[in-house]
């Protein structure tokens, strides 16, 4: 999600907030008694725990931050963690079929992942990449993974490569659908619906 930022304008606000914190800091603990060595000092400690409140904010407190101001999911990204029931059509030459799984995407403020959990695989990230559309601004969901077949009931298939391109529904923050690809040539449609625990 951070890469979703202008990071330079971000880097340009904290700069000018550590400034002006450690200026107002210095001019309330000033004394010509005690010296600026005091201040500095006080300053410095001021600046780290802002610090710590935006580490906090970064690692902890950006999920609270979303749920309390909800129109923080559509100006930036939205909280996609969680588990979501997952539909798979697929096909493969000329066999198709639908096949149930589960996925976990794991999202902090720094990156994303998602697994996925089937009856015959599991589904490792490689990659997962928020975006949002340029012109609409619906959320997308670059994935690439590793899939890895279950060796049981016969199966010998290898490891192999995908790609999915999923977008949030216009309507619901708790579906995700788009087409894969992988490089054993078969391809399909994803549907995933949140689940609620």
């Given at each position: 999600m951070i890469n979703l930022l202008p990071l330079t304008k971000v880097i340009t606000?904290?700069?000018v907030l550590y400034a002006a914190l450690i200026s107002i800091i210095l001019i309330f603990v000033y004394d010509v008694d005690s010296g600026i060595t005091v201040g500095i000092v006080f300053a410095i400690k001021g600046a780290t725990v802002l610090n710590l409140f935006l580490l906090g904010v970064i690692y902890f407190g950006w999920r609270w931050l979303w749920r309390k101001i909800p129109?923080?999911?559509?100006?930036?990204?939205?909280?996609?963690?969680?588990?979501?029931d997952m539909t798979i059509h697929w096909r493969w030459d000329d066999k198709k079929g639908v096949a149930q799984a589960t996925a976990h995407i794991k999202q902090?403020?720094?990156?994303?992942?998602?697994?996925?959990?089937?009856?015959?695989?599991?589904?490792?990230?490689?990659l997962a990449k928020p975006q949002k559309d340029?012109?609409?601004?619906?959320?997308?969901l670059f994935?690439?993974?590793?899939?890895?077949?279950?060796?049981?009931?016969?199966?010998?298939?290898l490891p192999y490569d995908g790609t999915a391109i999923l977008k949030l529904d216009h309507t619901s923050l708790n579906i995700l659908e788009g087409n894969y690809y992988t490089d054993r040539s078969t391809r399909g449609y994803y549907e995933l619906k949140r689940k609620y625990t």
């Open positions: 606000v904290i700069s129109f923080l999911n559509k100006l930036l990204f939205p909280d996609l963690n969680g588990e979501w902090d403020f720094l990156k994303m992942s998602m697994e996925v959990a089937s009856e015959d695989s599991d589904s490792s990230t490689l340029p012109e609409s601004g619906r959320a997308i994935y690439i993974y590793r899939n890895t077949p279950k060796l049981k009931n016969g199966n010998k298939s």
